[in-house]
């Protein structure tokens, strides 16, 4: 079983994969796909997409990724 080494957005799109974005105040949690993902933020590091997340419900920039294996 090989290890995937997800660091971008392309790498996302490019695997299959999914990412869970989870707000570190609230708990708040919402899941996107690879595509959405760079659609909104473009061909980016997963740590400046993390930069850019901003909770709906509470406002705060505080956003907590795990990367979802394709289903």
Known sequence: MS???????????RFGASLKIECGHC????????????RTCGTVGLDAVAGRMRCARCGTKAARLSILPPV
């Open 3 to 13: 290890t995937k080494h997800i660091r971008s957005t392309a790498d996302l799109v």
């Open 27 to 38: 708990g708040a949690a919402r899941t996107r796909t690879g595509p959405e993902i760079a």
